[in-house]
C-alpha cells in the first residue's frame, strides 16, 4: 500500500510539475513503472444533412498494468473545436464517462450533432477538430490528444 501511495504522489507531483511523462521521470528505480494510460485517435468523420451535421470521434484508450490491477478511476470526455488563425473556437463537449481501466483497453466514440450555424464561425469555409481528455483520478494526470483537421463548409 505504501508503494502504491508513493508512486500516486510521484505521478501527481510530476503532472502539476509540468506534465512530464512519469515513466521516464523515474529511472533511478529500477522496474517501477508509474501509470501510463494512452489515447489514440482512430476516426474523425462530418456527415451533412441539410443544415445539421453528424461528426464521430473515435478513439483507443490503453492502461499500464500497473492501473489495471489497482483499478484506478478515470473519466473521459470529448471536445469539438473550430480552427481559427488567432483562437480557436470551442463548439461543444460530450458529458464526462467514468472508465474503469481494463487490460484489453477500450474504444470510445464521441457524436456531435451542431447545426451549420454553429460550425459558421468566420468567413469562409471552416476547420473542424476534436479533442480526446482522459484523467486519472488517482493522480489528477490528464492525457489528450486531438484528431486531424477536416475543412467543411456549413
Known amino acids: 500500500m505504501n508503494n502504491r501511495l508513493a ?8 503532472a502539476v510539475a509540468g506534465n512530464i511523462p512519469v515513466a521516464s521521470a523515474l529511472p533511478a528505480a529500477p522496474g517501477l513503472v508509474a501509470p501510463a494510460a494512452t489515447v489514440t485517435p482512430t476516426s474523425f468523420t462530418a456527415q451533412q ?31 469539438l473545436w473550430e480552427q481559427d488563425e488567432s483562437d480557436d473556437d470551442f ?5 464526462v464517462s ?12 464521441a457524436t456531435f450533432r451542431p447545426t451549420s450555424s454553429q460550425l459558421d464561425t468566420e468567413l469562409g469555409g471552416e476547420e473542424i477538430y476534436a ?16 484528431s486531424h483537421r477536416i475543412q467543411i463548409s456549413p
Open 7 to 14: 508512486i500516486t504522489c510521484a505521478a501527481a507531483i510530476l
Open 49 to 79: 444533412s441539410g443544415s445539421n451535421w453528424t461528426i464521430t470521434f473515435s478513439r483507443d484508450l490503453s492502461f499500464s498494468a500497473f492501473e489495471v490491477r489497482n483499478q484506478f478511476p478515470f473519466q473521459g470526455w470529448a471536445e
Open 91 to 95: 463548439i461543444s463537449r460530450t458529458r
Open 98 to 109: 467514468n472508465i474503469t481501466p481494463s487490460s484489453g483497453g477500450l474504444t470510445q466514440t
Open 131 to 146: 479533442k480526446a481528455f482522459l484523467k486519472n483520478l488517482e493522480t489528477g494526470q490528464v492525457f489528450q490528444v486531438a
